[in-house]
């Protein structure tokens, strides 16, 4: 069975971290594209990081360069987002979703992808 599970959300003060994880069954990821998605209430959702199958190059929306990192294990067959310096404007559903081979442009449209996760809560608060 295809499936991806995401885990790691939480609570977390502005200026804390948090570590996502996506994993996947019943596919590799390593042979995926997998993005990370979020969406706040009354927002569009949007694409956060993505990691290119095999090479593993990444991409970032501009919002959390320089903060967020995402890697693949492809030992655990997960793909993981750190997130560091959070601040409310984070607080989101945070989802992944992958699709097979490598997305050569618009990596943060959520139309390309084929398999998606149920999401993990993300709330930065004090």
């Known amino acids: 069975q295809v499936q991806l599970v995401e885990s790691g959300g939480g609570l977390v003060q502005p200026g804390g971290s948090l570590r996502l994880s996506c994993a996947a069954s019943g596919f590799t990821l390593d042979y995926y594209t997998t993005t990370w998605f979020r969406q706040a209430p009354g927002k569009e959702r949007e694409g956060v990081s993505c990691?290119?199958?095999?090479?593993?190059?990444?991409s970032y929306a501009d919002s959390v360069k320089g903060r967020f990192t995402i890697s693949r294990d492809n030992a655990k067959n997960t793909v993981y987002l750190q997130m560091n310096s959070l601040n409310p404007e984070d607080t989101a559903v945070y989802s992944c979703a992958a699709v097979p081979g490598r997305i050569y442009s618009s990596w943060y449209e959520s139309e390309w992808y084929d398999y998606w996760g149920q999401g993990t809560q993300v709330t930065v608060s004090s």
């Open positions: 990691i290119s199958s095999s090479d593993g190059i990444t």
